[in-house]
């Protein structure tokens, strides 16, 4: 199973950008596909996910990203997107989108060890 993170660059505070994430794989492979961020100098966190095998698409948020960030699917094309509205310069980080083979449940209670595959990471920077 291969990842890959791109949409990545510099937007001004209060704009937005949408991330998309290419995977090889589908649900005989894994359940559930998580958005990470990493910042220079912090630890990296987990900022949602998306169920791939549910017929609802559901998805899970952290407290920080809620009601400004949204995770879709489209499984046709293997892709799943992070659209980032009224960004924040504390939102500068490498992206990076991950799957795990267990139910979405796995990956938000687990948010690390409940990743089975990582992908590369893509720059976002919120400057002006």
């Known amino acids: 199973v291969q990842l890959q993170a791109s949409g990545g660059g510099l937007v001004q505070p209060g704009g937005s950008l949408r991330l998309s994430c290419v995977h090889s794989?589908?649900?005989?492979?894994?359940?559930?596909i998580a958005w990470f961020r990493q910042a220079p100098g912090k630890e990296r966190e987990r900022v949602g996910c998306?169920?791939?095998?549910?017929?609802?698409?559901?998805?899970n948020y952290a407290d920080s990203v809620k009601g400004r960030f949204t995770i879709s699917r489209d499984n046709a094309k293997n892709t799943v997107y992070l659209q980032m509205n009224s960004l924040k310069p504390e939102d500068t980080a490498v992206y990076y989108c991950?799957?795990?083979?267990?139910?979405?449940?796995?990956?938000?209670?687990?948010?690390?060890?409940?990743?089975?595959?990582w992908g590369k990471g893509t720059q976002v920077t919120v400057s002006s």
């Open positions: 991950a799957a795990g083979r267990g139910p979405l449940i796995t990956i938000m209670t687990y948010p690390f060890s409940g990743v089975d595959y």
């Open positions: 794989g589908s649900t005989l492979d894994f359940n559930a």
């Open positions: 998306i169920s791939i095998s549910s017929s609802d698409g559901r998805t």
